[in-house]
């Protein structure tokens, strides 16, 4: 079975600042993708970026970026100029692709990012 | 993106009724709906996997008798908690995913209170 870390439970950056959010799998298989979630305190599962483990360039969404390495299986979460609305609770989530698979997704503990003013 | 919708959004019930969850997705067809849990400052936990028109798949330690799922269409789930009790309480989501496609879409999750 995949197992997605997520080594900070809680992190803190100021605001307009840059924040990393680490992610680590563990994994054996060729094909697969990692996704980031942001969910604020009303619950929702908000999908910020998704890396194919076959895409060459690092995946990009505005303010969202994700560095992945795929020799150390990390796939961190980058968020620049950090903006309060930005406080929220992040989740990596790990999907395994192949022929059969139910593409379920495994998450990772979740890391609490607060912005601070 | 592809918009999901679930109902209620909170439900509050005494101990020993059913609740019934529906989890619909409004613009395309789910082959795929997923189910979860998730308890306070915890991760999301998945229950199990459903596809239309066929049985529910339950992870380990989730009792297919106490949570009965049914997606008898394209665009509807439901899970079914039956004779609930205070440690049910928790924030159920469910997700629905395209043939095809990798990503899946969250419905806005409803929170269970069991008195």
């Known amino acids: 079975a995949q197992k997605i870390t997520q080594t900070q439970p809680g992190m803190f950056v100021q605001e307009k600042e840059a924040v990393t959010l680490d992610c680590t799998y563990d994994t054996s298989d060729q094909s697969y993708g990692l996704f980031w979630y942001k969910q604020p305190s009303s619950g929702e599962m908000i999908f910020l970026i998704y890396?194919?483990?076959?895409?060459?360039q690092n995946a990009t969404e505005g303010r969202y970026s994700l560095n992945f390495q795929k020799a150390r299986k990390s796939a961190n979460l980058v968020i620049s100029a950090s903006q309060l609305g930005d406080s929220a609770m992040y989740f990596c989530?790990?999907?395994?692709?192949?022929?059969?698979?139910?593409?379920?997704?495994?998450f990772g503990s979740g890391t609490q990012l607060t912005v601070l003013p | 993106g592809a918009v999901v919708s679930q109902h209620p959004s909170r439900v509050i019930c005494k101990s020993g009724t059913s609740v019934k969850i529906e989890c619909r997705s409004l613009?395309?067809?789910?082959?795929?709906m997923f189910w979860y849990r998730q308890f306070p400052k915890q991760s999301l936990m998945l229950m199990a996997t459903?596809?239309?028109?066929?049985?529910?798949?339950?992870e380990q330690g989730v009792e297919k008798d106490k949570f009965l799922i049914n997606h008898a269409s394209l665009t509807l789930s439901t899970l079914t908690v039956t004779s609930a009790h205070p440690e049910d309480s928790s924030f159920y989501i469910c997700?629905?995913?395209?043939?095809?496609?990798?990503?899946?879409?969250f419905g806005p999750g409803t929170r269970l209170t069991v008195l």
């Open positions: 989530a790990f999907i395994r692709i192949s022929s059969g698979s139910a593409r379920q997704l495994t």
């Open positions: 890396q194919g483990s076959y895409d060459e």
């Open positions: 459903s596809n239309e028109g066929s049985k529910a798949t339950y």
């Open positions: 997700s629905a995913r395209a043939a095809k496609y990798n990503e899946q879409f």
């Open positions: 613009d395309f067809q789910a082959t795929t």
